[in-house]
């Protein structure tokens, strides 16, 4: 999956994917960041996973000391660099989650928009994630809640209508997962797997639903 994103959904196609005209997605849009924007503080230095073209980090940078985005589109982060210009405690870097290299811990790590279906991060790779994560920090990871599927197939079906996704595969779409016939796939976590990884992290954690439309798995590093 996550070659999917580098190959075909990157730089002005990934962005097309967020102008979109539908209003309960851009609601949606808007409460991740404000979820986490409410638990930021100015002396927060965060670090953003699978980053994009720094849609999040624009409106996350005024809140926190600085924002770091990584992600495995080079195209991404070229255009995120021009877009994020007006922001100097911004900075993007071409990496790959499962494998990535940082010298100093972060106090607060994203990987929001369903983030870990779409870079197929598995157990192993959030116990990397939480390595980078400072002592007191806390990792924010969201995905769809069941309360969102039709929006959310209908905001697929908009990306679909657009040539950014093959054609939709009704025949295998449903129960949370939505397939192409082109090869994407996109998966949810429920509260039940969100569970799982919160226990086999061994820190305390909280889930909550947001918007009625995100879930989000919050786990603090104490």
């Known amino acids: 999956m996550a070659n999917y994103y580098k190959e075909k959904l990157s730089a002005q196609n990934l962005f097309q994917v967020y102008d979109t005209q539908m209003q309960r997605i851009k609601q949606y849009l808007q409460a991740e960041i404000d979820f986490v924007k409410e638990n930021l503080l100015k002396s927060h230095n965060v670090l953003e996973l699978g980053a994009g073209y ?7 940078a005024p809140y926190c000391n600085s924002i770091t985005g990584i ?7 070229d255009l995120g660099k021009e877009y994020l210009n007006e922001y100097p405690n911004t900075k993007m870097v071409v990496m790959d989650v ?16 369903n983030g870990l279906s779409a870079m197929g991060a598995d157990t192993a790779t959030i116990h990397k994630i939480m390595k980078i994560l400072a002592p007191g920090g806390t990792a924010y990871f969201s995905s769809y809640s069941t309360k ?5 197939l209908k905001w697929f079906e908009e990306q679909a209508s657009k040539g950014l996704l093959g054609e939709i595969d009704y025949s295998q779409t449903g129960n949370g997962v939505i397939i192409c016939k082109d090869g994407f796939k996109g998966i949810t976590h429920t509260v039940e797997d969100f569970k799982k990884i919160g226990e086999e992290l061994g820190y305390p954690y909280d889930i909550e639903e947001v918007d009625e439309s995100s879930l989000f798995l919050i786990v603090h590093k104490q």
């Not at 969102?148 to 959310?152: A, E, G, P, Y």
């Open 54 to 60: 720094g849609r999040i980090m624009s409106k996350l």
């Open 71 to 77: 992600d495995i589109s080079k195209e991404n982060i």
């Open 98 to 113: 499962h494998n990535m290299h940082f010298t100093e811990p972060f106090h607060v790590i994203l990987c929001l928009q």
């Open 148 to 152: 969102f599927w039709d929006i959310r």
